[in-house]
C-alpha cells in the first residue's frame, strides 16, 4: 500500500477566535498577542513562555491552551498538547478544531479509536469541516473501511473542491477499490491543481493506472516527467525501465537501471544482472 498522507490543520497561529462574551485582561490580551506572533514564526519554546504569562495574568483566558497545544504539538509532545486541547474542548465543548487536533495527536500516539471519536466529533461539531472529514476519511480507509473512507473524502471535496490533497487521497481509496478509472480522474486533478504535490506522486500513481490500462507509452512520459524535475528518483527510474522492457525497450531500460545503481539504488544492481548482462557485454 502506498504511504498514507495525513494531513493536519495549518498550525500556523492566525487569530484564534477571541471569545466576545467576556472582557480580556489588557496584558493578558497583550501577552497573548506576542505569543500568537512567537507560534507563526516557529517560535515554540518562546511563545510557549508567553502563553503561560498571560494565563498567570487571566487564569480564564482558554484561547492560550489552543496555542499551547499547537506549540507543544510542533514540540512532538503530543500528551502536554492533548491536556491543552482538552482545556479548550472543556471550556468551549463544540470547538470543532480543538476536537480535531487532539484527535490527530491520539492517532500519532497510536490511539486510533480515541483518534476517531476525536475527529467525529469535529464533524459533528461542524458539519461543512471539510479537514474533519477528510481526516476521519484517512483513518477509516487505514483501517479498511473504503465505502465509508470515499463518503467522508466526497464531502471533504464538496466543500473544497480545489484542495489537491484531498483528490490524492480519494484517487488512492479509488484505486484501493480497483476503480482505476475514477482514480486517474482524480490524479488529473491533484497535476492540474498542485503538480509538484508530494515531489509529483500523482504522476507516479496515474502512471500505475494507466499501464492497468496498458497505456505503457503515456505511463514512461508519466515517469519521465518526475525525473526530468527529480532525476535522482531511483524507484521512479526503475518503474520507467520495466515499463520499457515490457515495451521491448531493452535498451532504454537498462539505462534506467544503470543509473538508478549508479545513484545507490541496491536493487537496481539485480535487475542490471537479469536483464542486462547481454545488453553491457555487446
Given at each position: 500500500m502506498?504511504?498514507l498522507?495525513?494531513?493536519?490543520?495549518?498550525f500556523?497561529f492566525?487569530?484564534?477566535?477571541?471569545?466576545?462574551t467576556?472582557?480580556?485582561?489588557?496584558?493578558?490580551?497583550?501577552?497573548?498577542?506576542v505569543?500568537s506572533?512567537?507560534?507563526?514564526?516557529?517560535?515554540?519554546?518562546?511563545?510557549?513562555?508567553q502563553?503561560?504569562?498571560?494565563?498567570q495574568t487571566?487564569?480564564?483566558?482558554?484561547?492560550?491552551?489552543?496555542?499551547?497545544?499547537i506549540?507543544?504539538?510542533?514540540?512532538?509532545?503530543?500528551?502536554?498538547?492533548?491536556?491543552?486541547?482538552?482545556?479548550?474542548?472543556n471550556r468551549f465543548?463544540?470547538?470543532?478544531?480543538a476536537?480535531?487536533l487532539?484527535g490527530l495527536?491520539?492517532?500519532?500516539?497510536?490511539?486510533?479509536?480515541?483518534?476517531?471519536?476525536?475527529?467525529?466529533a469535529?464533524?459533528?461539531s461542524?458539519?461543512?469541516y471539510a479537514?474533519?472529514?477528510?481526516?476521519?476519511?484517512?483513518i477509516l480507509?487505514?483501517?479498511?473501511?473504503?465505502?465509508?473512507?470515499?463518503a467522508?473524502?466526497?464531502?471533504?471535496?464538496?466543500?473544497?473542491?480545489?484542495?489537491?490533497?484531498y483528490?490524492?487521497?480519494?484517487a488512492?481509496?479509488?484505486?484501493?477499490?480497483?476503480?482505476?478509472r475514477?482514480?486517474?480522474?482524480?490524479?488529473?486533478?491533484?497535476?492540474?491543481?498542485?503538480?509538484?504535490?508530494?515531489q509529483?506522486?500523482?504522476?507516479?500513481?496515474?502512471?500505475?493506472?494507466?499501464?492497468?490500462?496498458?497505456?505503457v507509452k503515456g505511463?514512461?512520459?508519466?515517469?519521465?516527467?518526475?525525473?526530468?524535475?527529480?532525476?535522482g528518483n531511483?524507484?521512479?527510474?526503475?518503474n520507467?525501465?520495466?515499463?520499457?522492457?515490457?515495451?521491448?525497450?531493452g535498451?532504454g531500460?537498462?539505462?534506467?537501471?544503470?543509473?538508478?545503481e549508479?545513484?545507490g539504488?541496491?536493487?537496481?544492481?539485480?535487475?542490471?544482472?537479469?536483464?542486462?548482462?547481454?545488453?553491457?557485454?555487446?
Amino acid at each position: 500500500m502506498r504511504k498514507l498522507f495525513l494531513i493536519l490543520v495549518c498550525f500556523v497561529f492566525a487569530s484564534y477566535a477571541i471569545a466576545q462574551t467576556r472582557k480580556i485582561n489588557p496584558v493578558a490580551r497583550q501577552q497573548y498577542d506576542v505569543a500568537s506572533g512567537l507560534l507563526n514564526k516557529g517560535k515554540y519554546k518562546e511563545c510557549i513562555v508567553q502563553f503561560n504569562k498571560a494565563l498567570q495574568t487571566d487564569p480564564n483566558f482558554t484561547e492560550c491552551h489552543m496555542g499551547l497545544g499547537i506549540a507543544f504539538t510542533n514540540l512532538k509532545q503530543l500528551k502536554t498538547a492533548n491536556e491543552h486541547f482538552t482545556q479548550v474542548i472543556n471550556r468551549f465543548p463544540k470547538d470543532h478544531e480543538a476536537y480535531l487536533l487532539r484527535g490527530l495527536n491520539y492517532y500519532e500516539m497510536g490511539d486510533t479509536t480515541t483518534a476517531f471519536r476525536d475527529v467525529d466529533a469535529a464533524v459533528l461539531s461542524k458539519p461543512d469541516y471539510a479537514k474533519g472529514y477528510f481526516n476521519r476519511g484517512v483513518i477509516l480507509f487505514t483501517n479498511g473501511f473504503n465505502d465509508e473512507a470515499l463518503a467522508d473524502l466526497n464531502s471533504a471535496i464538496f466543500y473544497e473542491k480545489k484542495n489537491a490533497e484531498y483528490h490524492f487521497q480519494r484517487a488512492m481509496i479509488y484505486e484501493a477499490m480497483g476503480n482505476y478509472r475514477s482514480a486517474m480522474a482524480d490524479y488529473d486533478t491533484v497535476i492540474t491543481l498542485n503538480p509538484d504535490l508530494f515531489q509529483m506522486k500523482a504522476f507516479n500513481n496515474r502512471a500505475s493506472c494507466k499501464k492497468f490500462f496498458k497505456d505503457v507509452k503515456g505511463a514512461i512520459d508519466d515517469y519521465s516527467a518526475i525525473l526530468k524535475k527529480y532525476p535522482g528518483n531511483t524507484v521512479v527510474l526503475i518503474n520507467r525501465a520495466f515499463a520499457r522492457l515490457s515495451l521491448k525497450d531493452g535498451e532504454g531500460a537498462c539505462e534506467d537501471f544503470k543509473t538508478a545503481e549508479a545513484l545507490g539504488n541496491n536493487a537496481a544492481k539485480g535487475f542490471l544482472q537479469k536483464y542486462c548482462k547481454d545488453y553491457f557485454d555487446k
